[in-house]
Structure formats: C-alpha cells, structure tokens
C-alpha cells in the first residue's frame, strides 16, 4: 500500500515539474540586476572602466546552452586623450542545477563575439573585452543566475526531488527524481 501511495505521488511529480520552467525573460531580468555594475581595471598608464547592462538571453539555440548579449559602456583613459565606445558581447555557457543550494549557474563561459561602437577602434578594445569576460565568467561561477523559492507548493517540491534541469529552446525546465 504504502508503494502504491509513494508511485503515485511520484507520478504527480512528474506532472508538476514537466510544467515548471525558468524562461529568458526571468533570467534577463536578474542578470540585468545583478551585473549592472560598474567594472574597473588599470594596467600601466592605461584604465578602464566599464558598466554592462542590457542583457538579452537566449535559451537552448544552442544544444545544452544559454547564449547571452550584453552592451558594455567603456570609457578608457589614455595617456593622450581618453576614449568613449560601446562593446557589444555575446557569450554562452552550460547552465547547471546544484541541489546542495537550489540554484541554477552558467559554467563553461565562452565569449563568442565582440563589437565596437566606433569601430575604427575594436582592436584596441578587445584586450578590455577579455577582461570583461573574465569579470562576467568569475561572478557568474560563484553566483546563481536563478535561486528557487522557499514558498509556494511546487517550488518547494521541485527544491525536494529536483535534481537537474533540461535545455529547452527558449526555457530551463526542472526535472523530478525521486
């Protein structure tokens, strides 16, 4: 009896979690909360400071990853003059379920293109594109792009039996094992 009562729970479960998913649009929202923050470097007479903002993901285009763009605001000092330009990124990653924590994270990052506004000087800015990968990378390693909830019903199952999720286009979907 009590087999037959756990099989069909789990069944339910299974039910539930095909229906749970976190979509582009809730992981653009916190990216865009989270890495719109000011980055600075300095290496010899030459700086950098950086803000990233307006991220746009793009779930599953790829097999088994999450494309993201984001629009790097630069301004460099130089020892003769200082510079303005824009770098526009795009990178993709491996995202990962830890059920230690109940987050998902990006691992594996690789940066995939990079464009300057002017583009006279995109030669001179990718170095600095690197090194905003590097910031990207190391915060989004240690970081989870998406926490469960502590409340509500299903969440708190998907936090119970939810050990790993699928690539789905457009959609990171949990999956339930008992």
Request: hydrophobic share 40%; charged share 20%.
């Amino acid at each position: 009896m009590r087999l037959a009562v756990w099989a069909i729970l789990v069944g339910l479960l299974g039910g539930c979690a095909a229906s749970y998913s976190v979509t582009e649009s809730e992981l653009e929202g916190y990216l865009n909360r989270q890495l719109k923050q000011e980055h600075q470097s300095r290496e010899g007479p030459l700086g950098a400071k950086m803000v990233l903002s307006d991220m746009q993901v793009t779930i599953g285009q790829q097999p088994d990853k999450v494309a993201i763009s984001a629009r790097s605001e630069m301004a460099l000092t130089t020892p003769i003059f200082p510079l303005r330009a824009n770098l526009d990124l795009t990178f993709s990653a491996t995202p990962w379920y830890n059920p230690d924590d109940h987050s998902i994270y990006l691992k594996h990052l690789e940066l995939d293109e990079v464009r300057a506004t002017p583009k006279e000087i995109e030669q001179v800015l990718i170095p600095f594109s690197r090194e905003a990968m590097q910031f990207i990378s190391l915060f989004l390693q240690n970081q989870p792009i998406y926490t469960l909830d502590d409340k509500g019903w299903q969440q708190d199952l998907l936090r119970q039996f939810g050990k790993e999720i699928q690539v789905k286009p457009g959609k990171l979907t949990f999956v339930l094992q008992p």
